[in-house]
């Protein structure tokens, strides 16, 4: 069972925004959204997470709508080195449920 | 802090080897995760260790794969025997707590088997 939905491919150019959506609309209360990237050859890497409310940090925002049913990670200043998969993952941070990486976002930063 | 580090990056065997990968968690982290990454199924987790203890076990394929942590900084993944279909990227992981930290991922280990 997917738990969240993501486009499979985007594409930015250069310099600007980039602008990832994630829709998890069965989002319940104690679960949070995380945000991870993988570059090509490279393991995973986590980027950033939130409950509720909007974080930001060095290399990203995320923007969590009210109703939590939906998200948007924001990469403010794309480079070529952001091209990768990013990945949306909703999961609780009690016990012992699993981070189950989905098919992810090909996001391809255009010269 | 030199993060998760996997070896060896690349291995090629025949059907029916052992195959032993290896991996150094980041100092401090109680958590260790073992997944596996093909085209065709994505990134998988096959186990989760807690404080060295294996947590679950469930997505571990077969009896053909085993894991062991005997200390809090060292993990190893072994297949015994080795078939083709074993072939794909496999990563460490670490974090501090669980799932209730980020996960930091290792380089991965390139597994081919022929």
């Known amino acids: 069972d997917a738990k969240t939905t993501q486009p499979t491919s985007m594409d930015c150019a250069e310099g600007r925004a980039a602008n990832l959506p994630c829709n998890h609309s069965?989002?319940?209360?104690?679960?949070?959204v995380y945000w991870y990237r993988q570059i090509h050859s490279q393991g995973p890497q986590y980027i950033i997470h939130?409950?509720?409310n909007n974080e930001t940090n060095e290399m990203a925002s995320l923007i969590i709508t009210e109703d939590r049913k939906s998200s948007t990670l924001i990469l403010p200043h794309a480079t070529l080195r952001d091209t990768a998969v990013y990945y949306c993952?909703?999961?609780?941070?009690?016990?012992?449920?699993?981070?189950?990486f989905g098919t992810g976002t090909r996001l391809t930063i255009i010269p | 802090d030199a993060g998760v580090i996997q070896s060896p990056r690349h291995e090629v065997t025949e059907m029916g080897q052992e195959v032993t990968l290896r991996c150094k968690p980041i100092?401090?982290?109680?958590?260790l995760f073992w997944y596996r990454q093909t085209m065709m199924r994505g990134l998988e987790l096959l186990i989760y260790?807690?404080?060295?203890?294996?947590?679950?076990d469930s997505g571990m394929p077969e009896d053909r794969f085993s894991a062991k942590m005997p200390n809090a900084s060292f993990s190893t993944l072994k297949i015994q025997p080795s078939e083709p279909r074993d072939s794909a990227v496999y990563f460490c992981?670490?974090?501090?707590?669980?799932?209730?930290?980020?996960?930091?991922f290792g380089n991965g280990t390139r597994l081919t088997v022929t």
């Open positions: 992981a670490s974090s501090f707590q669980g799932y209730n930290s980020p996960l930091h």
């Open positions: 069965t989002i319940s209360g104690n679960e949070y």
């Open positions: 100092s401090g982290h109680n958590s």
């Open positions: 260790f807690n404080n060295n203890v294996p947590i679950d």
């Open positions: 939130g409950l509720k």
């Open positions: 993952i909703v999961t609780s941070n009690f016990g012992n449920e699993k981070l189950t």
